[in-house]
């Protein structure tokens, strides 16, 4: 099983990023997908959720309305795109799996897989 991020970097407060996550070594179509934070000092933040199909979507208050949660479930991947970047979204983003779950789930706890995360640092 591997989930890989990538995409990350450095942008000024009102920039935008796209993260990406390349999916193996699981059913990634039957496998709902969620993207988790953590900044420095504080913990996992989940931050949005995909369905299986793609067809379904959940976000966090902190990021409704500026990220945007998709997949190709083809390619295996999942994506966020994250626009009006604000310095309080720097932190380390990580997809993850919830390859056994029943439901979807925003509790970070479910989650079967992770990848090792990628770097999102604003500035201001």
């Known amino acids: 099983v591997q989930l890989v991020e990538s995409g990350g970097g450095l942008v000024q407060a009102g920039g935008s990023l796209r993260l990406s996550c390349a999916a193996s070594g699981f059913k990634f179509g039957i496998t709902d997908m969620s993207w988790v934070r953590q900044a420095p000092g504080k913990g996992p933040e989940w931050l949005s959720l995909i369905n299986q199909n793609g067809a379904n979507t959940w976000y966090a208050n902190s990021v409704k309305g500026r990220f945007t949660i998709s997949r190709d479930n083809a390619k295996k991947m999942v994506y966020l795109q994250m626009n009006s970047l604000k310095p309080d979204d720097t932190a380390v983003y990580y997809c993850?799996?919830?390859?056994?779950?029943?439901?979807?789930?925003?509790?970070?706890?479910?989650?079967?897989?992770w990848g090792q995360g990628t770097q999102v640092t604003v500035s201001s």
């Open positions: 993850a799996a919830d390859n056994y779950g029943v439901a979807p789930t925003m509790d970070s706890d479910d989650y079967d897989y």
